[in-house]
């Protein structure tokens, strides 16, 4: 038999606080393969509703080898929604990278800076973060460029922290092995700061590390801890995140949330972030 993989991304709203819905309203093209990471839509200053999306660029032809990124808006608090023209890609991968991704670059998180424009990070397979910028409240996007952040191919997450011009970064940023076909497990949930809209990052802290499960390298991926999604109140940051252990034969998977105040992001400043020198 065969499997048809497809997706919508949808938008709702409700004016009763949550108690009833609209009914859907399509963001993404009527057809073919388009999602996102969750807690991604971003309310930009200026009311403008942001919401990347990742599609699959050769679902038609019945291919999986090219992972990218548009971004739709809507300037009606979500009623109409506009998809970008621009298709952003990473063609870059891995030495070693085993998978049939031939350009990955998908799960992008992103953030409005202090002057107005929107930063950009996400997942790729080249074995580090990659990132891009756009000045026209999220319409264009220059070319993605790597950054320094090591990571496996798994989604960060930002947000902007309240009150300041500080940017919060969570992502997987242990365990980059280049063989392993989503480049290694995802074992530490890690945060950096920046101050300066995305340019340098400081303050490295490891928030949560699994151990590995060891058996055989068909394995890698049967411990995990990622997808993170961050949300600022009164002082507090709340984490939520996805761990899975693998445990007698069987896979066990569990949201948790985990409440810190925002201090201690900032609590551990001499420490560097991982690298594979």
């Known amino acids: 038999f065969s499997i048809i993989m497809y997706a919508d991304k949808i938008f709702r709203y409700s004016k009763d606080e949550g108690k009833t819905w609209s009914k859907e309203i399509l963001i993404s093209p009527p057809t073919g393969y388009w999602t996102s990471g969750h807690d991604r839509l971003l309310v930009h200053s200026t009311g ?65 800076r202090t002057d107005g424009s929107i930063y950009m990070i ?73 101050s300066d809209g995305g340019k340098t990052w400081e303050h490295y802290r490891e928030f949560i590390t699994i151990p590995a499960y060891e058996i055989g390298a068909e394995t890698f991926n049967r411990n995990g801890v990622t997808y993170p999604s961050i949300f600022f109140d009164e002082g507090w940051a709340h984490i939520g995140y996805w761990a899975r252990a693998w445990i007698d034969g069987r896979s066990y998977d569990q949201q948790y949330m985990a409440a810190v105040p925002i201090s201690y992001f900032y609590s551990l400043k001499e420490h560097d972030p991982p690298s594979v020198d």
């Open 122 to 194: 996400g997942r790729t397979s080249a074995g580090r973060l990659y990132e891009s910028e756009s000045f026209d409240r999220g319409e264009t996007w220059t070319t993605p460029n790597p950054t320094e952040l090591y990571s496996s191919e798994a989604p960060p997450n930002i947000e902007r922290i309240p009150g300041t011009d500080d940017i919060l970064l969570m992502w997987n940023s242990q365990s980059v092995y280049n063989t392993h076909s989503h480049l290694g497990q995802r074992l530490t949930l890690a945060s950096m700061i920046s």
């Open 48 to 112: 403008r509703l942001i919401q990347p999306l990742h599609t699959q660029a050769n679902f038609d032809k019945g291919i999986h080898d090219v992972v990218a990124t548009k971004v739709a808006w809507s300037d009606d608090h979500g009623r109409t929604w506009y998809l970008s023209d621009q298709l952003l890609e990473v063609r870059k991968l891995a030495t070693g990278y085993r998978n049939i991704r031939i350009s990955n670059y998908h799960e992008v998180a992103i953030v409005e």
